[in-house]
C-alpha cells in the first residue's frame, strides 16, 4: 500500500529529481568516447532511454527535467561547435528538437505507467487489509482485538504517528475534523502529490475517523498524521471500509471498559 510523503520521502523526491536531471549530462559525457564512431541517431536513442529511466524510476517531473537535460547534452557533446549550446548545423538543430520532444513525451508515458501500477497496487493493499479485518470480525474475535488490528491497519495505511480508539460518549477535542463515510474531509484542503495524484492536507491536530454501528457513532479512531501529511482518496475509503469493520464488532462484543 502507498504512504503518505513525509519528511524523508520528501528529501527522497529531491534525490530522484536530481538524479533525473544529471543521468543524461553523465551518460552524455561518457559516450563522447565514441562520438564520430556512432551514428548520432544511436546517441539520440541512448540518451531517450535514459529520459523513459528517469520518468520511471522518479516520476513525471524527473522525465521532464530528464528530458531537458538530455538534449542539451546531444547539444553540447555531440553537436558542432563542441563544448557549446550552439548549432550550425540544420539537422543537429531537427535532432536535438526531435530528442526534447521524444524525451518529453516518453517521460510522461513513463510517469503514467508508474502511476497506474501504484495505483493497482495500493487498490489490491487495501483490499487486503479490509479482508483481514472482515475475517476476524467474521470469527467472532473480540472487539479489543479487531479495535488493535484495526489501529495497525490504519497507521500503515496512512504512515501515521499515532492512533488510537475512544469509545462514545467522547469528552475531548470535539472540534476535530472529520473524515466522512464517502472519503470527504470537513475543513478540507487539496494539495497535489509528487506522482500527480490529489490528496487532503491533513490540518496538524489530525482528523477523527468515526465509527458507526447500526446507524449510530459508537467510537471513533483519532489519526494523528506526520507534519505535512495527506491522504489520496483511495486511503480515506480503505479507511472507511476498516472503521465500519470494527463497527460490526461493536455491535455485537461492546467497547471494552477501557476505551469507554
Same mark, same amino acid.
Given at each position: 500500500?502507498?504512504?503518505?510523503?513525509?519528511?524523508?520521502? *520528501?528529501?527522497?523526491?529531491?534525490?530522484e529529481?536530481?538524479?533525473?536531471?544529471?543521468?543524461?549530462?553523465?551518460? *552524455?559525457?561518457?559516450? =563522447?568516447?565514441?562520438?564520430?564512431?556512432?551514428?548520432?541517431?544511436?546517441?539520440?536513442?541512448?540518451?531517450?532511454?535514459?529520459?523513459?529511466?528517469?520518468?520511471?524510476?522518479?516520476?513525471?517531473?524527473?522525465?521532464?527535467?530528464?528530458?531537458?537535460?538530455?538534449?542539451?547534452?546531444?547539444?553540447?557533446?555531440?553537436?558542432?561547435?563542441?563544448?557549446?549550446?550552439?548549432?550550425?548545423?540544420?539537422?543537429?538543430?531537427?535532432?536535438?528538437?526531435?530528442?526534447?520532444?521524444?524525451?518529453?513525451?516518453? /517521460?510522461?508515458?513513463?510517469?503514467?505507467?508508474?502511476?497506474?501500477?501504484?495505483?493497482?497496487?495500493? *487498490?489490491r493493499?487495501?483490499?487486503?487489509?479490509?479482508?483481514r479485518?472482515?475475517?476476524? =470480525?467474521?470469527?467472532?474475535? !473480540?472487539?479489543?482485538?479487531?479495535?488493535?488490528?484495526?489501529?495497525? !491497519?490504519?497507521? #500503515?495505511?496512512?504512515?501515521?504517528?499515532?492512533?488510537?480508539?475512544?469509545?462514545?460518549?467522547?469528552?475531548?477535542?470535539?472540534?476535530?475534523?472529520q473524515? !466522512?463515510?464517502?472519503g470527504?474531509?470537513?475543513?478540507?484542503?487539496?494539495?497535489?502529490?509528487?506522482g500527480?495524484?490529489? #490528496?487532503? #492536507?491533513?490540518?496538524? /491536530? /489530525?482528523?477523527?475517523?468515526?465509527?458507526?454501528?447500526? *446507524?449510530?457513532?459508537?467510537?471513533?479512531?483519532?489519526?494523528?498524521?506526520r507534519?505535512?501529511g495527506?491522504?489520496?482518496?483511495?486511503?480515506?475509503?480503505?479507511?472507511?471500509?476498516?472503521?465500519?469493520?470494527?463497527?460490526?464488532?461493536?455491535?455485537?462484543?461492546?467497547?471494552?471498559?477501557?476505551?469507554?
Amino acid at each position: 500500500m502507498q504512504r503518505i510523503p513525509s519528511s524523508s520521502t *520528501g528529501a527522497g523526491n529531491a534525490v530522484e529529481f536530481a538524479l533525473g536531471g544529471l543521468a543524461p549530462i553523465a551518460v *552524455g559525457a561518457a559516450l =563522447v568516447a565514441i562520438r564520430g564512431h556512432v551514428d548520432a541517431a544511436n546517441i539520440a536513442l541512448v540518451l531517450g532511454l535514459v529520459v523513459v529511466a528517469s520518468g520511471a524510476y522518479g516520476g513525471r517531473a524527473a522525465g521532464m527535467v530528464a528530458a531537458l537535460t538530455a538534449a542539451a547534452s546531444y547539444d553540447f557533446f555531440f553537436t558542432k561547435p563542441y563544448l557549446s549550446l550552439l548549432i550550425h548545423d540544420a539537422d543537429d538543430v531537427e535532432m536535438t528538437i526531435l530528442l526534447l520532444v521524444i524525451g518529453l513525451l516518453s /517521460g510522461q508515458l513513463a510517469w503514467r505507467a508508474r502511476v497506474v501500477a501504484r495505483q493497482r497496487d495500493g *487498490g489490491r493493499g487495501g483490499l487486503d487489509r479490509i479482508r483481514r479485518l472482515a475475517d476476524q =470480525v467474521a470469527q467472532g474475535h !473480540e472487539s479489543a482485538d479487531v479495535i488493535a488490528a484495526a489501529r495497525a !491497519e490504519l497507521v #500503515e495505511v496512512f504512515d501515521l504517528v499515532d492512533c488510537r480508539f475512544e469509545a462514545a460518549p467522547f469528552q475531548e477535542r470535539l472540534d476535530l475534523p472529520q473524515l !466522512e463515510r464517502n472519503g470527504v474531509v470537513s475543513q478540507r484542503r487539496f494539495r497535489m502529490r509528487p506522482g500527480g495524484e490529489l #490528496e487532503v #492536507e491533513i490540518p496538524a /491536530g /489530525g482528523i477523527a475517523l468515526p465509527v458507526l454501528s447500526r *446507524g449510530q457513532i459508537v467510537g471513533r479512531f483519532i489519526l494523528d498524521f506526520r507534519p505535512d501529511g495527506g491522504a489520496t482518496l483511495e486511503q480515506r475509503v480503505v479507511a472507511v471500509a476498516l472503521a465500519d469493520q470494527v463497527g460490526a464488532s461493536l455491535a455485537v462484543y461492546p467497547a471494552p471498559a477501557g476505551l469507554r
